[in-house]
């Protein structure tokens, strides 16, 4: 079984992939189970589709 996952920024797509689930894992569980486990893969995949950087901007700078 799998999923497709898409990655939204600004209203834009920009990157789409699959995620592939293990039914047999899947099956004992009650739905709302087997949801949290997808919210939780796409989650994880989406930490690792995207990155974050920031500079100080301003007199707010710290050093």
Known sequence: MAIR???IIDGKPVKE???ELN???LEPLAE???RQV???KVQEW????IEAEWEWKGKTNPE
């Open 5 to 7: 996952v898409l990655s």
């Open 17 to 19: 992939d699959e995620i």
């Open 23 to 25: 039914e047999d894992k």
């Open 32 to 34: 709302e189970e087997i």
């Open 38 to 40: 997808i919210e939780i």
């Open 46 to 49: 989406a930490r690792r589709c």
